[in-house]
């Protein structure tokens, strides 16, 4: 059984010793990203602790490895072949991208957007320009991934794969008129990665946000109708410092006490510094926390060097929110993640 599973560009000095640790041998990488292997048993990745890498994952139903550009007809025989393959299957969405992330080839991202758009008519017309992020996070999706290595599809749900679009990765500029850093992006792609995991949360959302200066974040929240309280040491942004819905406390984050009574939706936590200081904050802040409120946390590498410490940073940190009482959601390694790696818990 064929499997592919992406592992960020960011990581290349590492890759190796993340497949040789669920002992995956013999990997070809397609692309920059993508590895494929075969196992007689499909790996389980929630399971395996260097899982914490991979941003996508997918076992192939089918595979044809050639070269694209250079086939005739190629969209053509590659339609027929998967409709004959999954005529039965009932699809909510076909979700198709090229295997080269970020700036892929224009001849393969053409032909991906092409290949979508065919796949699309055969399998679900009234579906064609659903929003992705109504996919139902258990339905089955077509995802295909393609590249000058070939075409690789699967059937399977966004959620076992991780992900709404094939490959896992929605693109989300740093760029928006309202944005004031990347970290802007980087919280929009969290919320995405969420809708995996259960519904958008409501605009009455109220956030606490740890490490808020110069403000990416809080813009972002803010533009999307949210309320927030934001706690740094360092000073906003002026272009959001007197906005309505924000309140700002120029504090150290260890110190501040939010006022009596107030309890927050969620909270966000962007901190640099130690990973475990930061998260001794956050739970410093659990009795100001709604129950089930959504805690979203940034794991910072920081000095950990090697897939080793890394792995032994994730998990003491996974252990000392258990013990803080916080229920785990999820997790994930984005595109505006870098070194660093994004946590989801729920409050109790
Ligand atoms: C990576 S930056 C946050 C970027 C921010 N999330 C954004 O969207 O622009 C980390 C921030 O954490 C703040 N920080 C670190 N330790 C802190 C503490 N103990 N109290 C308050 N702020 C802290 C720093 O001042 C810095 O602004």
Redesign the pocket.
């Known amino acids: 059984m064929q499997q592919i599973i992406r592992i960020s560009e960011g990581f290349a000095p590492l890759h190796e010793e993340i497949l040789a640790r669920p002992g995956i041998t013999a990997a070809k990488r397609l692309g920059l990203e993508y590895w494929l292997f075969s196992r007689d048993t499909p790996l389980d990745l929630a399971q395996a602790e260097a899982g914490l890498f991979v941003r996508w994952q997918m076992r192939i139903d089918h595979a044809w490895p050639c070269v694209p550009e250079k086939t005739i007809d190629f969209i053509e025989k590659a339609v027929t072949a998967l409709v004959r393959k999954f005529a039965t299957v009932p699809l909510q969405q076909v979700m198709v991208s090229p295997l080269l992330a970020g700036s892929p080839h224009p001849v393969y991202k053409k032909m991906a957007s092409q290949l979508q758009q065919r796949l699309r008519q055969e399998f679900c017309p009234p579906r064609a320009r659903m929003d992705p992020e109504e996919q139902d996070p258990e339905g089955l999706t077509l995802f295909v991934l393609l590249g000058k290595e070939g075409l690789f599809g699967a059937v399977a749900s966004p959620r076992s794969c991780r992900g709404f679009y094939a490959g896992g990765s929605k693109y989300i500029s740093h760029k928006a008129p309202h944005s004031?850093?990347r970290?802007?992006a980087k919280v929009a792609e969290a919320l995405h990665f969420l809708r995996l995991h259960g519904p958008a949360l409501p605009e009455t959302t109220h956030w606490l946000e740890?490490?808020?200066?110069?403000?990416?974040?809080?813009a972002e929240l803010l533009e999307r109708g949210f309320s927030v309280t934001a706690?740094?040491?360092?000073p906003l942004d002026a272009r959001i410092a007197s906005h309505p819905r924000l309140t700002f406390a120029a504090?150290?984050?260890?110190t501040y006490q939010p006022p009596r009574g107030m309890l927050y939706d969620a909270l966000l936590c962007?901190?640099?510094?130690s990973a475990e200081e930061a998260l001794a904050?956050v739970l410093s802040k659990r009795s100001s926390l709604r129950p089930g409120a959504l805690v979203i946390f940034t794991l910072k590498t920081h000095k950990a060097a090697g897939v080793e410490e890394i792995l032994a940073l994730h998990h003491r940190v996974l252990e000392q929110a258990r013990r803080g009482g916080l229920a785990w959601l999820a997790q994930t390694h984005l595109t505006y993640n870098r070194h660093e790696f994004t946590l989801f818990w729920s409050a109790p």
């Open positions: 004031i850093s970290a802007g740890l490490g808020a200066s110069p403000g990416g974040m809080t706690v740094d040491r360092a504090e150290n984050a260890l962007d901190m640099n510094g904050m």
